[in-house]
Every structure is written in C-alpha cells, then in structure tokens.
T-cell receptor, first 110, second 114 residues
Framework: SQKIEQNSEALNIQEGKTATLTCNYT??????LQWYRQDPGRGPVFLLL?????KEKRKERLKVTFDTTLKQSLFHITASQPADSATYLC?????????FGAGTRLTVKP | NAGVTQTPKFRILKIGQSMTLQCTQD?????MYWYRQDPGMGLKLIYY???????DKGEVPNGYNVSRSTTEDFPLRLELAAPSQTSVYFC?????????????FGDGTRLSIL
C-alpha cells in the first residue's frame, strides 16, 4: 500500500541556518506534491505545490524539490527564523484525493 | 473573508451520543473535505464532496455521515460516538480538483469521547 514518510518527528536548528525536511513515498507515483505549515491549535496552511515534471520550485526563502526517481521531495527554508518554527506536512496526490504525511516539527532557536 | 469556519472548537461527548460538526466556507469553492488528525499520524480523509448534492467516502468513513445541501456548508455527523473517534477534525475546501489546487483548512474541532 502507499506509504508517506517524513524524515523525523522533530528537527532543531539554529537561527540563520537552512532547514531541510524530507518527504519519502513508496508504491505510488503522484502527479503533484504539496507542502503545508501547521501551527499548534491551527489548521494546515498551504505553502507550495510542485508537479512531477518540475524539479524545483521556489517562493521567497522556501524551496521544494521533487525527485520522482528517488520518490522523494525535499523542503528547504533558508535563513531560518524563530517564526519558522512549526510542523510541516507533505501531501501527495493519490487517486483524486490527497494523502498526508505525519509531519516534521521544526524548531528554530535564536 | 473568513475562509473556512468550523464550530464548535472543542467538545466532549459520552459514548453513544451523537453530534454534528459544522463547516462553512465563503470562497465559493466546489470541493470540500473532512479529515481527522490523530497524534503522530497524517491527516486521514473521512468524506469529501465535489459539489452540492454530491458526496463520497474517503479513506476512513466508518462511523460518520455527511451531507452537502449548499455550496457553503458541509456538516459531519457522528451518530454513535465511540472512543476511537477522539481526534481533531479538520474541514477543508478547494476551488477544483484536489491534486493541483491548494486546500484551505479551518482551525479544527477537538473532540473527546469519554
């Protein structure tokens, strides 16, 4: 069955560094992949969408890559700030609905 | 623009009770969804709707029912609450086909079944 794995439950980094979050999937080839941010007690907020024929997408300090051979997406936050602390979810298109990973909780320390 | 609004924010139910979780959106989106989120797990799709009068099951529909009489509203009903339904429930909407459109989420209903 399809499986989505985000690299770790938690990631701690120092302010100013680049955070790299990983989303791996198996047994499927999604046409689209999305990344969301979720703050405690709030619903997820859409950040970026990348298509299977796109290798990379950027938005301000955010960058997403999509490697369909490795079945992996990487999500980068450059020049990280304490305000970037949140849980980040990846979501894959699957048979006309979305399947979400469990998320990675990022903490950026000043 | 309020976006997606869910009520109530919190609720405690006894086993066997029933309740309706409300969801309304003001973005004129055709697609609406209900998810549940359990600790350490990804969001699981319960039901979705592609327009008024049309609903379909998601990954985990057992124990739930939905209706979509208007574009704006998509209530989720629990008929006989069970402890396994303790979770955070999120409603979401999107303009069109889920895969290439962002989903807009409400802030959730935290439900405990005791």
């Amino acid at each position: 069955s399809q499986k989505i794995e985000q690299n770790s439950e938690a990631l701690n980094i120092q302010e100013g560094k680049t955070a790299t979050l990983t989303c791996n999937y198996t047994n499927y080839s999604p046409a689209y992949l999305q990344w969301y941010r979720q703050d405690p007690g709030r619903g997820p907020v859409f950040l970026l969408l990348i298509r299977e024929n796109e290798k990379e997408k950027r938005k301000e300090r955010l960058k997403v890559t999509f490697d369909t051979t490795l079945k992996q997406s990487l999500f980068h936050i450059t020049a990280s700030q304490p305000a970037d602390s949140a849980t980040y979810l990846c979501a894959l298109e699957w048979n006309n609905d979305m399947r979400f990973g469990a998320g990675t909780r990022l903490t950026v320390k000043p | 623009n309020a976006g997606v609004t869910q009520t109530p924010k919190f609720r405690i139910l006894k086993i066997g009770q029933s309740m309706t979780l409300q969801c309304t959106q003001d973005m004129n989106h055709n697609y609406m969804y209900w998810y549940r989120q359990d600790p350490g797990m990804g969001l699981k799709l319960i039901y979705y709707s592609v327009g008024a009068g049309i609903t379909d099951k998601g990954e985990v529909p057992n124990g739930y029912n939905v209706s979509r009489s208007t574009t704006e509203d998509f209530p989720l009903r629990l008929e006989l609450a069970a402890p396994s339904q303790t979770s955070v429930y999120f409603c979401a909407s999107s303009y069109s086909s889920v895969s290439n459109q962002p989903q807009h989420f409400g802030d959730g209903t935290r439900l405990s079944i005791l």
